[in-house]
């Protein structure tokens, strides 16, 4: 078994994870969402990415990845097809009950790696479900249990080096930094590429129809053809540098100091 496949929760037979918990109460979530990324993106960009980054994160922290959440609030990208959506109350429960499933087996710290902004403001939601759900059961681990979003796109170092390679085009979505990253997973998605019109500007987000009538071909403000495989790598190596720390924070914290 080598050291990438070690800490796969999906690798592992329940006495591993008994004895895993012995050392250590922590575990990443890679969360992504199943969207169009525009005319030459992967639907399953969000989920691709997330993955990567949680996988890279897991080997140079030793901490378990369980298996991707692919599917996440993607209701105005509805107008594409091979969006597959959640809808928030939908991803709320699934959450919490991922969440309260690892507690209840002595998970204290939940990382989830998400890569999908559209799951941010239900994710909070679904943390604060398990929380109270989580003490209403009597679960041991209720007074210590934690979980932290961590948003690798938002990264400090993520942003910075987006913004130096691609400035202003990397608008919001369908962004070459997410889809370099994709590029570098799976060489085949070079076969999308083309030259694409300026993309639509980045605006506020309501249902399928208006986002498809104000973002015609799927992208907010951005140039994936600026996207290079070799700039993939970049990316995942600056992510899970700002996680780990991030991490390794998460999980020497004291319960008391608060969650988030
Ligand atoms: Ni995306």
């Known amino acids: 078994m080598t050291p990438a496949e070690a800490i796969r929760l999906q690798l592992l037979a329940w006495p ?8 250590c109460r922590a575990v990443i979530l890679p969360l992504g969402s199943t969207e169009q990324h ?34 996440g609030m993607a209701e105005h990208h509805l107008g594409f097809p091979g969006t597959i959506s959640l809808q928030p109350s939908t991803l709320l429960a699934v ?12 998970f204290e710290r939940i990382f989830v790696v998400n890569g999908h902004g559209g799951n941010i403001a239900t994710a909070r939601a679904a943390f604060a479900e398990a929380y109270g759900e989580a003490s ?10 934690q979980c932290r979003l961590a948003n690798w796109f938002m990264a400090g170092p993520v ?22 990253v994709t590029l570098h997973l ?26 498809r009538r104000r973002h015609p071909d799927g992208r907010m403000g951005s140039d994936p053809n600026l ?34």
């Not at 591993?16 to 050392?23: M, P």
């Not at 209403?136 to 249990?145: C, I, Q, S």
């Not at 700002?242 to 988030?260: C, K, P, Y």
């Open 16 to 23: 591993e994870v008994e004895a895993y918990l012995d050392r």
């Open 38 to 71: 525009g005319p030459t993106g992967a639907i399953g960009t969000d989920a691709l990415t997330a993955e990567a980054v949680a996988l890279e994160l897991g080997c140079r922290s030793g901490v378990l990845v369980a298996p991707t959440q692919a599917f």
């Open 95 to 106: 959450l919490r009950d991922i969440v309260l499933s690892l507690a209840g087996h002595g």
């Open 136 to 145: 209403r059961r009597g679960l041991a681990v209720a007074p210590r249990l």
């Open 159 to 180: 942003m910075r080096e987006a913004r130096d390679r691609y400035g202003d085009r990397e608008g919001h979505h369908a962004t070459p930094s997410e889809i370099a």
């Open 186 to 211: 799976h060489p085949s998605l070079e076969r999308l590429r083309r030259p694409l019109p300026e993309a639509a500007p980045a605006g506020p987000i309501h249902g399928p129809d208006d986002f």
């Open 227 to 260: 996207a290079e495989a070799a700039h993939g790598a970049v990316f995942i190596d600056r992510a899970a540098t700002a996680l780990l720390d991030d991490l390794q924070r998460f999980i020497s914290e004291e319960a008391s100091n608060g969650s988030t």
